[in-house]
């Protein structure tokens, strides 16, 4: 069946690395996706990455895949206040055409 | 990327009423998706609404609780109906991005509280 995993909650001290975790089940999906909601907000798309790619870079953002294990993580540097949030994992499973499954969302708390 | 409006933001609403939530896209696209995120959970796909044919929900939803139209390529309604207050949740509309991006944009969400 279709279903991603995160852990709950993470809590960093500003400025450090946060590293948030995800794994899915459907070995055959073809986009994973971070997003991020803040309080009373929508969902933003943070990143995304391809299932040929083990490694995505986009600033402060790093995505690691590991198809293998079906791992995904998601480490955001130098974290600050305002990183502070809920981040979704999501993948389009195999036959899931355009259907997003969702993590729970790793709810990341920074503090000084 | 696309830009979603959706309105309303929020609403508290009585139980056995109706609420009919708009989103509006700045661009033609051919899905359209809508979400239900319930309390201090994740996000669950109601159903796919294309332009021009009926909505496709997903295994638990069904279209006399929640009917959506699609009457053109940059609109869509979805109405949560005979509302109690396990309906109270967030609801989001959703379109793909076809710039090259491969993401998924969301509208800001209708946060709904059935009393």
Request: net charge negative.
């Amino acid at each position: 069946g279709e279903d991603v995993e995160q852990s709950l909650f993470l809590s960093v001290r500003e400025g450090d690395s946060s590293v948030i975790n995800c794994t899915y089940t459907d070995s055959s999906s073809t986009y994973l996706y971070w997003y991020k909601q803040e309080p009373g907000a929508g969902l933003q798309l943070l990143t995304y990455i391809f299932s040929n790619m083990d490694m995505k870079q986009d600033q402060r953002l790093t995505v690691l895949l590991n198809k293998k294990d079906k791992h995904l993580s998601l480490r955001i540097a130098d974290t600050q206040t305002g990183d502070s949030a809920i981040y979704f994992c999501a993948e389009i499973p195999s036959g899931g055409y355009n259907k997003l499954i969702f993590g729970a969302g790793t709810r990341l708390a920074v503090h000084p | 990327s696309a830009v979603i409006s959706q309105k309303p933001s929020r609403d508290i609403c009585q139980r056995g009423t109706s609420l009919t939530i708009q989103c509006q896209v700045d661009s033609q696209v051919t899905m359209m998706f809508w979400y239900r995120q319930q309390p201090g959970q994740s996000l669950t796909l109601i159903a796919t609404a294309n332009q021009g044919s009926e909505a496709t929900y997903e295994s638990g939803f069904v279209i006399d609780k929640f009917p959506i139209s699609r009457p053109n390529l940059t609109f869509s309604t979805l109405t949560v109906s005979n509302m109690s207050p396990e309906d109270s949740s967030i609801y989001l509309c959703s379109v793909e991005d076809l710039t090259g991006n491969r993401g998924y944009t969301f509208g800001s969400g209708t946060r709904l509280t059935v009393v």
